[in-house]
């Protein structure tokens, strides 16, 4: 046995520990008694030990998940914020022990009234002070939204900024030291809602990271449900299953994936691409099942082009090239998009029972024209925000089947010409990542892996992780140049089979020829 006085500092050390551990849970579990600020009412506050499978009992079903897995100690504050007399959020703050000095605020997805756990989870085991809220309803449904414009008022714009507001005053109320710089994470609806904030509340992130963002709000929703009227329901000659939209989408490969030089299975660059699918129209008198009718190929030309107004203005770019497979079960599958349906019925029309399937470009101007609390976020003067010295980087997947990676690009023209700048001026507070092989905010064929979630995560490397290089940027003033991702051998955790570096936006990545394709160094941005 080792002599007493060598043990003494182990003891000593043990019982600092134990005590500060106590301190930081005594602190967490008194905590909802500090709590008094106006509108807010604190549900509980309860210390989450690491390593915990958190029940989420009072989750809406639909949000479609009954527990998180925890990875770091934290505080878990759950509340109700008043937005108005007839309105509220269910606003949660995890604050974790092993605390940085950074705030941050999660975002949401689709029309949903569901808090992220898994971002709250992400996020606070990274050392931030992390907040989320359910945007003002519950579930994934937009029935709430009937004949209730405040519940659309918080979905547009107020429930993120109100969990800021309330976010940061806990922070500094938590920690004595409270917060040195403040970040956004979101993607999809969560990257419009960073955009919104960029756009209407400059002062309230230093960097915001908003992936394949749901902006061009309204016309994304009729671009979504303009897809029925293309392919019609499963019984039409224009429908196509599964099966055939994989043949459409390997003839696309066939013609697109070599223009990078590499013949990988992934497009790089899908604004190189314009398939011609009259190549595929099967042999009069063919019993084959690799090849489409005239009408099926007349179907896949409509879906890759963009969508245009009755006055002939373009309200939304085509769907990228690549991402067949992937959008067939849920774009079209010949039934109306549910997102579409519900913003129609219980925003545009007030009427529960509208029928979507009669869905035509009459009614995208009828939306448009309302735009309730500017939800389109497509205001392109960034000046305030890049005055108040913010950074945004933004990110979009090209394989992603949900929101077309083209309206990103769209956005970036809409900034560079309002703003009068070109890409070396804009790199100065804005960036944009295009990731090859990325469906709609992780999974798809190639190297998704950015740390942009639990789902993708690859380490916190600034080089590897597009949160961390955020924080790098913001606090060293090194900007990202590239963003690695990785390729998974079976999802975030597994083996990474390769690795690639994407480029910034206007660049695009080009195979140099030699070395295999899965070697990073056998590309370049260009």
Known sequence: MAPIHLLLPIVTLGSAAFAHQDAFQAKCSSFADKINIPNVHVNFATYVPGGTNLSLADNPPSCGAASQSVSADVCRIAMAVATSNSSQITLEAWFPRDYTGRFLSTGNGGLSGCIQYYDLAYTSGLGF??????????GTSGEPFYKHPEVIEDFAYRSIHTGVVVGKKLTKLFYEEGFDKSYYLGCSTGGRQGFKSVQKYPNDFDGVVAGAPAF?????????????????????????????????????????????????????????????????????????????SAAQAKTVREILSPLYGENGTLLYPRMQPGSEVLAAPIMYNGEPFAYSRDWYRYVVYNNPNWDA?????????????????NIQTWDADLSPFRKAGGKVLTYHGLQDQLISSENSKLYYARVAETMGLPPDDLDEFYRFFQISGMAHCGDGDGAYGIGNGLDTYNGRNPE???????????????????????????????????????????????????????????????
């Open 129 to 138: 002070a992390t907040v989320g809220a359910n945007n003002g309803h519950n």
């Open 216 to 292: 061009n709000f309204i016309n994304l929703l009729s671009w979504s449900a303009h897809f029925y009227p293309i392919t019609g329901s499963t019984t039409s000659d224009s429908y196509l299953t599964p099966a055939l939209w994989k043949v459409a989408h390997d003839e696309i490969l066939r013609q697109c994936d070599e223009i990078d030089g590499a013949k990988d299975g992934i497009i790089e660059d899908p604004s190189l691409c314009n398939p011609v699918m009259e190549t595929v129209i099967c042999k009069p008198g063919s019993s084959s099942t690799r090849c489409l």
């Open 357 to 373: 399937t009669t869905f035509d470009v009459q009614d995208t101007a009828v939306a448009l024209q309302q735009n309730p609390y």
């Open 464 to 526: 590897n992780n597009v949160l961390m290089a955020m924080v790098r940027w913001v606090e060293k003033g090194i900007p990202p140049e590239t963003i690695r991702g990785a390729k998974f051998s079976n999802g975030a955790g597994s083996s990474v089979e390769y690795s690639r570096k994407h480029c910034r936006y206007p660049r695009r990545n080009v195979y140099k020829g030699h070395g295999n394709y899965t070697d990073e160094n056998a590309w370049q941005c260009v």
